[in-house]
């Protein structure tokens, strides 16, 4: 089944204590992309990436880290969490030539 | 000023109606142009996807653009009660990729 994973669906963690958030798609698309989700501020994108090794700031990018070493994997790394974090997060993927999204189930973020 | 803006809601229509959701965009060079349903703790599926002036039709389902007044519409015919859910109105502004930038979602309340 063609699908994005991410991991966990839901964490509580702690102001400081570095976390990361695994994304995986299957479909072999070339765009990944990580999004945040607040009330009625809507999907805001945190980074993005083209291809393996290509990766660009997208809208609100301060405390997130983010690395493509293969092009299945696109994680998202929280060096120094803080509560201005807790969010919703999505990770989503495109084909090439498509402007189709596929998102993951999201992952709810919560520091305390 | 918002980059994309969409009425909140709740909008609220009986079963069977045709429900209006409206979505207005600032960069008049935007080309595409998306609607994503998201049903609550879920995440967002595309339904419909427009790129010239006009309306395009999917079953119950009609996106329409206005690039000069720039705004974009999505009418659902026959509302039902599963269509009850939070729409994502997504631009897609010139010389940015692949990347969405989403309006903050219009609820959607369809009462049988």
């Known amino acids: 089944e063609a699908q994005v994973t991410q991991n966990p669906r839901y964490l509580i963690t702690v102001t400081g204590k570095k976390l990361t958030v695994t994304c995986s798609q299957n479909m072999n698309h070339e765009y990944m992309s990580w999004y945040r989700q607040d009330p009625g501020l809507g999907l805001r994108q945190i980074y993005y990436?083209?291809?393996?090794?290509?990766?660009d700031k997208g809208d609100v990018p301060e405390g997130y880290k983010v690395s493509r070493k293969e092009k299945r994997n696109f994680p998202l790394i929280l060096e120094s969490p803080s509560p201005n974090q807790t969010s919703l997060y999505f990770c989503a993927s495109s084909g090439q030539g498509s402007e189709k999204l596929f998102f993951g189930s999201g992952t709810q973020l919560s520091v305390l | 000023q918002k980059e994309v803006e969409q009425n909140s809601g709740p909008l609220s229509v009986p079963e069977g109606a045709i429900a209006s959701l409206n979505c207005t965009y600032s960069d008049r060079g935007s080309q595409s142009f998306f609607w994503y349903r998201q049903y609550s703790g879920k995440s967002p599926e595309l339904i419909m996807f427009?790129?010239?002036?006009g309306d395009k039709e999917d079953g119950r389902f009609t996106a329409q653009l206005n690039k000069a007044s720039q705004y974009v519409s999505l009418l659902i015919r026959d509302s039902q009660p599963s269509d009850s859910a939070t729409y994502l109105c997504?631009?897609?502004?010139?010389?940015?990729?692949?990347?969405?930038?989403f309006g903050s979602g219009t609820q959607l309340t369809v009462l049988p």
């Open positions: 427009i790129y010239s002036n």
């Open positions: 997504a631009v897609n502004p010139p010389g940015s990729a692949r990347q969405l930038t």
């Open positions: 990436s083209m291809n393996v090794e290509v990766t």
